[in-house]
């Protein structure tokens, strides 16, 4: 429902598919923003959404919007060119939909300046991100470039630091935050690419002292992120 909420209240939605057979405030909630933003609502079956959300939990609302309009490195670049201290987010090889749409949650809580996705071999924007973000996904500027190497280059040039997530490196504690700051978070196992590595400045590392070898992305994301921000915010 917030994603749905948030979207409406963003002015992103076509279409709002309501299942026939709930009440409740909730839907007169729904029903009467739909009616503010003029977006027309139907009401369907229970099997109907399920059908719409791809066997999704969809609370019993779906809404319909545009495709997603990705920005361009450029825009991000932009946006942290008068900045002293900001972060970008990189993804790298992550297609957990809800690892993303935990990071883009935690990014807009802790004022991340955008993130960066490769359009292959990582989840895009898709409704399972939109419904777990809970609406960051409408705040959060997010480039989708088609060379991750290359636009590592691109961030250097424009005065960046590159960072990765590692079992071996600096850790989080100790990390210098100052500056022009480029997180990359790698799929879980996999970590980061091995040539995407090698243009890393250095490698942050979350103590663990229990059983597992590895945290969730999105937390280990998280984590770092308010490391980040506990500096500046």
């Given at each position: 429902?917030?994603a749905v909420?948030?979207?409406?209240?963003?002015?992103?939605?076509?279409?709002?598919?309501?299942?026939?057979?709930?009440?409740?405030?909730?839907?007169?909630?729904?029903?009467?923003?739909?009616?503010?933003?003029?977006?027309?609502?139907?009401?369907?079956?229970?099997?109907?959404?399920?059908?719409?959300?791809?066997?999704?939990?969809?609370?019993?609302?779906?809404?319909?919007?545009?495709?997603?309009?990705?920005?361009?490195?450029?825009?991000?670049?932009?946006?942290?060119?008068?900045?002293?201290?900001?972060?970008?987010?990189?993804?790298?090889?992550?297609?957990?939909?809800?690892?993303?749409?935990?990071?883009?949650?935690?990014?807009d809580a802790?004022?991340?300046?955008?993130?960066?996705?490769?359009?292959?071999?990582?989840?895009?924007?898709?409704?399972?991100?939109?419904?777990?973000?809970?609406?960051?996904?409408?705040?959060?500027?997010?480039?989708?470039?088609?060379?991750?190497?290359?636009?590592?280059?691109?961030?250097?040039?424009?005065?960046?630091?590159?960072?990765?997530?590692?079992?071996?490196?600096?850790?989080?504690?100790?990390?210098?935050?100052?500056?022009?700051?480029?997180?990359?978070?790698?799929?879980?196992?996999?970590?980061?690419?091995?040539?995407?590595?090698?243009?890393?400045?250095?490698?942050?590392?979350?103590?663990?002292?229990?059983?597992?070898?590895?945290?969730?992305?999105?937390?280990?994301?998280?984590?770092?992120m308010y490391?980040?921000?506990?500096?500046?915010?």
């Open positions: 429902m917030h909420t948030d979207s409406l209240m963003e002015n992103l939605g076509n279409k709002l598919y309501i299942q026939d057979d709930i009440r409740g405030k909730n839907v007169d909630k729904l029903k009467e923003l739909a009616s503010e933003k003029k977006v027309g609502i139907s009401f369907v079956s229970k099997d109907k959404l399920k059908e719409m959300s791809d066997g999704g939990v969809h609370q019993g609302f779906v809404l319909k919007t545009s495709a997603y309009a990705y920005k361009e490195l450029s825009d991000l670049l932009a946006i942290t060119q008068e900045l002293d201290n900001p972060l970008l987010i990189i993804i790298d090889g992550l297609t957990d939909p809800h690892n993303l749409g935990s990071i883009l949650r935690t990014a802790t004022g991340v300046s955008g993130i960066i996705i490769p359009k292959h071999r990582s989840v895009g924007v898709t409704p399972v991100v939109v419904k777990t973000s809970t609406g960051a996904v409408n705040h959060m500027p997010i480039a989708r470039v088609t060379n991750l190497s290359q636009t590592l280059d691109k961030l250097k040039d424009a005065g960046f630091w590159i960072f990765g997530t590692d079992m071996d490196g600096t850790p989080h504690h100790k990390w210098q935050t100052q500056g022009k700051l480029a997180l990359i978070i790698g799929a879980e196992g996999a970590g980061i690419t091995p040539n995407i590595k090698k243009q890393v400045d250095e490698m942050i590392t979350i103590p663990m002292v229990g059983h597992v070898q590895s945290l969730n992305a999105g937390v280990a994301a998280g984590i770092l490391e980040w921000a506990r500096n500046f915010k």
